[in-house]
């Protein structure tokens, strides 16, 4: 509103250019402005910002600015005071010296008690949630200097905090987002060489929500889903003129960063799957870890260690490393530890997907993983003790499969099922997914324990090949059990030992051809 206010240079009485064309050989001179002092006490400033919906007002009151020295003349510095006073206890105040030829400023800055809430406009342009309350503190240094070439050059460094921030899901009517602390330590952000550093990162006291819906794929799905504003034909016209310089902008350097540590402490996150009939609910609590060397510019290792707890007695922890993270050649390693997980928690899927619930059990596993752009390696050792389904329930979407004869055949005579699954793939391939070799290998495993019971036996009972055990041969006409048909009994009587669940049923077969001529053959 205040540039609507100043004429433009189209505006300006041509009688003046006249003028000026007249007097040619008289030296023009520079307009030289003096200020020594300039004040203004208890004063308000009212801001109104159309952009976002709905617009962002806020009302600065009081301000105070002091000004000493105020001049253009060459290198010539005034000192600057200004002091914002916002909504609440919030403030604003920037201390230092500014030059006007040339340009060049340095400025301490402090922002302190600054109510997130007040900027709820800017958030609601891009999710549909309401900040409840939060406080951001912010104190450091600001430098600006014009360049010869006519750029500005800024240098900001400081140090910044969230604290308290509470976000509300307007449909759920319900915190979806909180946190206790988010610290910014040794903030570096360089104009010139367009480089953002942070030096340390703190995640204190978050708790967030994953929540699966029926109507959406989720609450971040749904709380993101904003609609595009469509642009006017004017605003359409505008970004055709500017089209040449966003094409140069888009080849000049782009920015780096680096965050040094990142770390994580009393974290929690909640999952929960509102698609399934009971709830599927899981609390992941005590988020703690570290986060070293996340660098755009000189790529180097990154390296993360993660422990956390689930529905309070579960252990997890997370190991890994990403070499070269920002290049296309990257390679990775990950482990994934899991103790004392109770099954119960994921009734509600076996219930849908199994037409079983989950009485008791615990879960143990382990995987690990390599990846690089050419070859995704990995192996998963998981171990279930104590497994027991519940009873059978309705299911339209259960798989057709027998679950109860699967278990009998893996469990063993601890109450442990046990299994080994090593997985493979190449990322380089047309819709490669991680998620889809591993879900394959799992698939594959099961299907073989059912559909081929006797060679999983022989895998039980330590042969090194595989043995048919469905079967064992008497020499036509005779009764005798000859020292291979023996091995195969007392492997059977192993493995039955092994898996004191399975039931063995026994059915004789003669052929009648064979062994009539060996009868025949005997009593003659």
Same mark, same amino acid.
């Given at each position: 509103?205040?540039?609507?206010?100043?004429?433009?240079?189209?505006?300006?009485?041509?009688?003046?250019?006249?003028?000026?064309?007249?007097?040619?050989?008289?030296?023009?001179?520079?307009?030289?402005?003096?200020?020594?002092?300039?004040?203004?006490?208890?004063?308000?400033?009212?801001?109104?910002?159309?952009?976002?919906?709905?617009?962002?007002?806020?009302?600065?009151?009081?301000?105070?600015?002091?000004?000493?020295? $105020? &001049?253009?003349?060459?290198?010539? #510095?005034?000192?600057? *005071?200004?002091?914002?006073?916002? +909504?609440? =206890?919030? @403030?604003?105040?920037?201390?230092?010296?500014?030059?006007?030829?040339?340009?060049?400023?340095?400025?301490?800055?402090?922002?302190?008690?600054?109510?997130?809430?007040?900027?709820?406009?800017?958030?609601?342009?891009?999710?549909?949630?309401?900040?409840?309350?939060?406080?951001?503190?912010?104190?450091?240094?600001?430098?600006?200097?014009?360049?010869?070439?006519?750029?500005?050059?800024?240098?900001?460094?400081?140090?910044?905090?969230?604290?308290?921030?509470?976000?509300?899901?307007?449909?759920?009517?319900?915190?979806?987002?909180?946190?206790?602390?988010?610290?910014?330590?040794?903030?570096?952000?360089?104009?010139?060489?367009?480089? $953002? &550093?942070?030096?340390?990162?703190? #995640?204190?006291?978050? *708790?967030?929500?994953?929540?699966? +819906?029926? =109507?959406? @794929?989720?609450?971040?799905?749904?709380?993101?889903?904003?609609?595009?504003?469509?642009?006017?034909?004017?605003?359409?016209?505008?970004?055709?003129?500017?089209?040449?310089?966003?094409?140069?902008?888009?080849?000049?350097?782009?920015?780096?960063?680096?965050?040094?540590?990142?770390?994580?402490?009393?974290?929690?996150?909640?999952?929960?799957?509102?698609?399934?009939?009971?709830?599927?609910?899981?609390?992941?609590?005590?988020?703690?870890?570290?986060?070293?060397?996340?660098?755009?510019?000189?790529?180097?290792?990154?390296?993360?260690?993660?422990?956390?707890?689930?529905?309070?007695?579960?252990?997890?922890?997370?190991?890994?490393?990403?070499?070269?993270?920002?290049?296309?050649?990257?390679?990775?390693?990950?482990?994934?530890?899991?103790?004392?997980?109770?099954?119960?928690?994921?009734?509600?899927?076996?219930?849908?997907?199994?037409?079983?619930?989950?009485?008791?059990?615990?879960?143990?596993?382990?995987?690990?993983?390599?990846?690089?752009?050419?070859?995704?390696?990995?192996?998963?050792?998981?171990?279930?003790?104590?497994?027991?389904?519940?009873?059978?329930?309705?299911?339209?979407?259960?798989?057709?499969?027998?679950?109860?004869?699967?278990?009998?055949?893996?469990?063993?005579?601890?109450?442990?099922?046990?299994?080994?699954?090593?997985?493979?793939?190449?990322?380089?391939?047309?819709?490669?997914?991680?998620?889809?070799?591993?879900?394959?290998?799992?698939?594959?495993?099961?299907?073989?324990?059912?559909?081929?019971?006797?060679?999983?036996?022989?895998?039980?009972?330590?042969?090194?090949?595989?043995?048919?055990?469905?079967?064992?041969?008497?020499?036509?006409?005779?009764?005798?059990?000859?020292?291979?048909?023996?091995?195969?009994?007392?492997?059977?009587?192993?493995?039955?030992?092994?898996?004191?669940?399975?039931?063995?049923?026994?059915?004789?077969?003669?052929?009648?051809?064979?062994?009539?001529?060996?009868?025949?053959?005997?009593?003659?």
């Amino acid at each position: 509103n205040l540039a609507a206010l100043a004429p433009s240079s189209d505006e300006s009485d041509p009688s003046d250019l006249q003028q000026e064309e007249s007097l040619p050989h008289e030296k023009k001179k520079d307009l030289a402005l003096f200020i020594d002092v300039f004040k203004i006490d208890q004063g308000t400033v009212y801001v109104r910002e159309e952009s976002p919906k709905p617009p962002f007002v806020h009302t600065f009151d009081p301000i105070t600015v002091e000004l000493r020295k $105020l &001049a253009t003349y060459l290198d010539e #510095l005034s000192d600057v *005071d200004v002091l914002l006073s916002m +909504e609440g =206890e919030g @403030q604003i105040h920037l201390k230092g010296q500014v030059g006007l030829q040339p340009l060049h400023a340095a400025f301490d800055i402090k922002a302190s008690d600054i109510e997130l809430a007040s900027f709820q406009s800017y958030v609601s342009d891009i999710i549909a949630s309401d900040i409840e309350r939060g406080i951001a503190h912010v104190a450091g240094q600001i430098n600006v200097k014009a360049q010869e070439d006519g750029l500005i050059d800024m240098h900001f460094s400081a140090q910044s905090s969230l604290v308290d921030l509470v976000m509300i899901d307007r449909h759920r009517q319900e915190e979806f987002f909180s946190l206790k602390k988010l610290a910014l330590d040794a903030i570096d952000v360089s104009l010139g060489t367009q480089h $953002l &550093a942070i030096q340390r990162v703190l #995640l204190d006291g978050m *708790d967030f929500s994953f929540i699966l +819906e029926p =109507e959406t @794929q989720s609450n971040i799905n749904r709380l993101l889903s904003k609609q595009a504003p469509q642009p006017t034909p004017e605003q359409t016209l505008k970004d055709l003129a500017n089209d040449t310089t966003q094409q140069t902008n888009l080849k000049q350097k782009a920015w780096s960063f680096s965050i040094n540590d990142i770390t994580l402490n009393n974290n929690h996150f909640l999952v929960k799957d509102d698609t399934l009939k009971p709830t599927f609910e899981s609390r992941f609590s005590d988020i703690t870890g570290e986060i070293h060397d996340v660098d755009s510019a000189h790529n180097k290792t990154i390296k993360a260690e993660i422990a956390l707890t689930v529905n309070d007695q579960g252990e997890i922890d997370v190991k890994g490393v990403v070499d070269k993270p920002f290049k296309a050649d990257r390679e990775g390693k990950l482990s994934v530890k899991l103790n004392n997980f109770s099954m119960i928690a994921l009734s509600p899927y076996l219930e849908k997907y199994l037409a079983y619930g989950v009485d008791k059990g615990k879960l143990q596993f382990a995987f690990d993983y390599e990846t690089s752009p050419q070859k995704f390696v990995g192996h998963h050792d998981i171990l279930l003790d104590q497994f027991t389904l519940g009873s059978k329930v309705e299911s339209p979407d259960a798989l057709d499969v027998p679950i109860k004869l699967g278990l009998s055949l893996l469990e063993d005579m601890n109450g442990q099922i046990k299994l080994s699954l090593p997985v493979e793939g190449d990322p380089s391939s047309p819709g490669f997914k991680v998620s889809h070799v591993i879900g394959i290998a799992f698939k594959n495993t099961l299907m073989k324990v059912i559909t081929s019971p006797f060679s999983l036996l022989s895998g039980v009972t330590g042969l090194e090949q595989e043995e048919d055990l469905s079967m064992i041969l008497f020499e036509p006409g005779k009764a005798d059990i000859s020292e291979q048909e023996h091995k195969k009994i007392l492997n059977i009587a192993e493995a039955i030992k092994q898996r004191p669940k399975l039931l063995l049923n026994l059915q004789g077969v003669a052929d009648k051809y064979l062994d009539m001529q060996a009868i025949k053959a005997i009593s003659d």
